[in-house]
């Protein structure tokens, strides 16, 4: 059965970069791995998405080992409104069955 | 364009009981998938529907139970209820969904907040 964890919680000053990390083992090799983000009383958004090595868009770049069991949301320059929960999601090998991770709860410091 | 609304917001019920649940997805958009959020378990995924064929589905008792209908709007059942079933329940939509390799950005609705007296 998939697993997926994340550091439970952060902290970071506003400005610095930061780095999440989600250890996933088993995960299906020809998917992708999504990173979302959560406001309290919200559902969550999307972040960003990769399958392998490193994407980046407007927001935050996604790095992801050649063995695919992490992956890591980098945050650049991060803001007070940065502050919410980060969650990857990636689909278990072999099954129809997706895993969100622990989740971290990220909490920016002016 | 309209998001993803879900109806009812809130829901309070008793054990026992058994409840429908309802998400209408982004115009234009195939694939419903559905979620349950609590502070012990986090986000678990239930199952997801396109074009009305449930196509993944999770670890849930079949006490949980969906449907699609032919204009993409779907319906979530849980019968027998239990306390245990108190949690935000979250639904998603996207235009492909979550077939094969392509898992294509979801966009979540605020959900319905459920409690089980």
């Known amino acids: 059965l998939a697993k997926t964890t994340q550091p439970i919680s952060m902290d970071s000053y506003e400005g610095q970069e930061v780095n999440i990390t989600c250890s996933h083992n088993?995960?299906?090799?020809?998917?992708?791995i999504t990173w979302y983000q959560q406001f309290p009383s919200q559902g969550p958004r999307f972040i960003i998405q990769g399958y392998k090595t490193k994407v980046t868009n407007e927001v935050a770049s996604l790095f992801i080992p050649a063995d695919r069991k992490s992956s890591t949301l980098s945050l650049p320059r991060v803001s007070l409104s940065d502050t919410a929960v980060y969650y990857c999601?990636?689909?278990?090998?072999?099954?129809?069955?997706?895993?969100f991770g622990t989740g971290t709860r990220l909490t920016v410091i002016p | 364009k309209a998001g993803v609304t879900q109806t009812p917001r809130y829901l309070i019920k008793t054990r026992g009981q058994q409840v429908t649940l309802s998400c209408s997805p982004i115009s234009g958009h195939r694939s419903v998938s559905w979620y349950q959020q609590t502070p012990g378990q986090g986000l678990q995924f239930l199952f997801e529907y396109f074009s009305e064929t449930q196509r993944n589905k999770g670890n849930f008792p079949g006490r949980f139970s969906g449907r699609q209908f032919s204009n993409s709007r779907s319906e979530m059942n849980v019968s027998t209820l239990e306390l245990g079933d108190s949690a935000l329940y979250l639904c998603?939509?996207?235009?492909?969904?979550?077939?094969?390799?392509?898992?294509?950005?979801?966009?979540f609705g605020p959900g319905t907040r459920l409690l089980v007296l």
């Open positions: 999601l990636a689909k278990e090998t072999g099954a129809n069955n997706l895993f």
């Open positions: 088993n995960i299906a090799t020809n998917d992708y």
């Open positions: 998603a939509s996207s235009l492909g969904g979550l077939a094969g390799g392509n898992q294509e950005t979801q966009y």
